[in-house]
């Protein structure tokens, strides 16, 4: 019957039950909700199906007490969503675009100030977060020890004992990719092998963090960085294009990128902090969707102001009104600066408010962030144990 359970925590929080999908997986990478299980106490477990209801047994979910902690996470995981085609470069629409600053920052500090999930609610979403990591290295001393170190902890992101406390320790958890400079792909990738693990790698390229380099320059780093094994390509934008408002050129340059890329899919930088105005991120939001981005990210974490929630505000507008007007679905990636596992909590909030839970999935949603995991870790240590743990206790990337 059921090939997974594909559990979906997100739908109601706060409360003393979890509402969950029964899914069938197509070939496409996405399901077929079939049913719905209610999760409250274990004596109340039922399952609701078109066409009559099933003991939740034969699902596959155990008489457990901790229901929200069930599921796997990482089945979506190191799969992508459909590839974006892009579209035409509409410049009239541009041209009608307009962001009310005010009522971002009132949306914004709204969605900052709603009641976040606690206890178990709290941890299942952590570990959510966790599985949605592009977990990152991106630093001048990278070395292929280092790089090793990170891939190792990418597929062990949480330490086992304390998964297998919460009966996650066989769900496969790991974060969503790791991501390095070009020249670490090849020491990313034979780590992974190593493994044996298929653990995306992703790269950044296309003159990361400046892209001040010549267009031939970052188009050949594109090209080296799948070659190495990259399968996906986390591109800058040039911002001397957007500032002066040369569209058409950028539009351009993202296409030649996204053909470079070949199979791997790319995720298109803004390096908002360099944009100047909530239009300028708008109108490049949309102009990196139209040129084939399959995801469209915040910064590179070079910036002087990263990944904000304003600036994420305008970028999954227009992520919804990309989606309305073509049908196709492109992933969001905040960056730089994400440290907390609170921060986390808020991220996903924000998603699931505007975007809905379709997004909250790592083929349409990453957290760029090279040292959030350690602090997600921590507060999922001190949910299990009920202290918190010394520096040595947790291993990091
Ligand atoms: O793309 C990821 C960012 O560069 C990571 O930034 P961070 O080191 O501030 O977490």
Same mark, same amino acid.
């Given at each position: ?19 969950? /999908?029964?899914? *069938? ?31 939740? $047994? ?7 007490? %901790?229901? *929200? ?5 990482? /089945? ?14 509409? *410049? ?72 297998? @406390? ?10 969503? !990719?790791?991501?390095? &400079?070009?020249? @670490? ?12 693990? =298929? ?10 963090? #400046? ?13 080296? #960085? ?12 040039? @911002?001397t294009l957007a500032l002066t408002g040369q569209w058409e050129v950028?539009?351009? $340059?993202?296409?030649?990128? %996204? $053909? ?10 803004? !390096? ?11 109108? #490049? ?17 070079? $910036? ?12 999954? %507008?227009?992520?919804?009104? &990309? ?37 909250? %999935?790592?083929?349409?949603?990453? *957290?760029?962030?090279? =040292? ?16 918190? #743990? !010394? &520096? ?6």
């Amino acid at each position: 019957m059921c090939r997974y359970f594909n559990k979906d925590f997100f739908l109601k929080t706060n409360e003393k039950v979890a509402y969950c /999908h029964l899914a *069938l997986p197509r070939g496409d990478n996405s399901s077929h909700v079939i049913g719905h299980v209610l999760l409250q106490k274990k004596e109340q477990l039922s399952c609701q199906q078109p066409g009559g209801s099933v003991p939740a $047994e034969q699902v596959g979910l155990g008489l457990e007490e %901790r229901p *929200l902690l069930l599921g796997p996470l990482t /089945h979506l995981s190191v799969k992508m969503s459909a590839r974006n085609p892009g579209t035409d470069l509409d *410049l009239e629409w541009l041209s009608k675009v307009r962001v009310n600053t005010q009522a971002v920052l009132n949306r914004a500090l709204h969605i900052q100030g709603l009641k976040l999930p606690k206890k178990q609610w709290q941890t299942a979403w952590l570990l959510k977060a966790a599985s949605c990591i592009d977990l990152t290295t991106l630093a001048g001393d990278d070395t292929p020890s280092n790089v090793h170190r990170l891939c190792v902890k990418a597929i062990q992101p949480i330490r086992y004992d304390l998964l297998r @406390r919460m009966d996650m320790h066989d769900k496969g958890l790991t974060t969503a !990719a790791v991501c390095v &400079y070009p020249s @670490r792909v090849a020491d990313a990738v034979r780590s992974l092998k190593a493994s044996n693990s =298929s653990l995306p790698v992703a790269s950044v390229a296309t003159g990361f963090p #400046a892209g001040q380099t010549p267009l031939e320059t970052r188009l050949q780093e594109v090209r080296m #960085a799948v070659r190495d094994g990259a399968t996906e390509i986390d591109i800058v934008i040039n @911002r001397t294009l957007a500032l002066t408002g040369q569209w058409e050129v950028m539009y351009r $340059e993202i296409v030649q990128f %996204r $053909e470079a890329c070949g199979d791997a899919h790319m995720k298109t930088i803004l !390096a908002t902090g360099d944009l100047g105005t909530l239009t300028n991120i708008y109108k #490049a939001s949309m102009v990196a969707m139209m040129a084939g981005s399959d995801f469209i990210k915040t910064s590179t974490g070079k $910036e002087a102001v990263n990944a904000t929630y304003p600036v994420a505000i305008v970028m999954v %507008r227009a992520i919804r009104d &990309y989606f309305l007007r073509t049908g196709h679905k492109v992933g969001f990636k905040p960056a730089g600066g994400i440290r907390t596992a609170q921060e986390a909590l808020v991220w996903l909030t924000l998603i699931k408010e505007e975007l809905g839970n379709d997004w909250l %999935r790592p083929h349409l949603f990453r *957290l760029g962030a090279s =040292s959030l995991l350690a602090d997600i870790e921590r507060q999922v240590y001190h949910h299990v144990t009920g202290q918190y #743990a !010394a &520096y040595h206790e947790l291993p990091m990337a």
